[in-house]
Structure formats: C-alpha cells, structure tokens
C-alpha cells in the first residue's frame, strides 16, 4: 500500500518562502500525476499544482492561477516531488496534502487515489 509523506510546513511571514516536499512509499508514481491540494480552515480541499506525464517524454506543470508566478512545483524522480511557495500570503495558510494519480490527471479530488496527512503552512501578516 503506497504512503505519500509530507514535510516543509510551518510558520512565516508574508513575503516568505518554504518549500514542501513529499515522499512515496510503497509503490512507484513513475509517469503518473502527482500533486498538491490545500485546505483553509472552513473552506474545501482546492487544487494548488500537479505535475503530470505528457507525450511519453516530460512531466508538464498545472497551476491554479492564484498562486502562478509563486509555486513551482518540481518532481526529483518517481516517487518525490516538491513544492516551492515564495512571495507567500495570509491567504495562502492552509493544510497542503499531497496526492497522486494512477488513472490520469485533474485538478478535481477525485482524480487522485492517494493522499498523504498533510503539512500546515501558515502564513503570518
């Protein structure tokens, strides 16, 4: 059974960086779609970026628009993949779960098979 492990969460101040990084075990996501969900305190799980295997040679990057420009998400090799939040806001505070796919790819919840506990971020004004 696969675990994705989330690390790289904590406190900083707006304008700040950190960097998530998440690990599988169990299995291998080679050519698969893995991403980064968050959940704010009171709202739904929402999509923040995936990288996903396209045209049988690359990984290609997908981005929800308010944090393009801020996010890269980055993958290291089959089972490892980051994410890079600079120029962080308030807004941006929320519990960052990774996931991954084995069926395709998407920005809906439902799309991902797997998901790890979650790493907080929290992003002080």
């Known amino acids: 059974q696969a675990q994705l492990i989330e690390s790289g969460g904590g406190l900083v101040q707006a304008g700040g960086s950190l960097r998530l990084s998440c690990v599988s075990s169990?299995?291998?996501?080679?050519?698969?779609?893995m991403g980064w969900f968050r959940q704010a305190p009171g709202k739904e799980r929402e999509f923040v970026a995936a990288?996903?295997?396209?045209?049988?040679?690359?990984?290609?990057a997908d981005y929800v628009d308010s944090v393009k420009g801020r996010f890269t998400i980055s993958r290291a090799n089959a089972n490892t993949i980051y994410l890079s939040m600079n120029s962080l806001k308030p807004e941006d505070t929320a519990v960052y779960y990774c996931a991954a796919s084995t069926t395709g790819w998407g920005t809906e919840i439902r799309a991902y098979d797997y998901w790890g506990q979650g790493t907080q971020v929290i992003v002080s004004s």
């Open positions: 169990g299995r291998t996501f080679s050519r698969k779609t």
């Open positions: 990288t996903r295997w396209s045209a049988g040679t690359t990984y290609l």
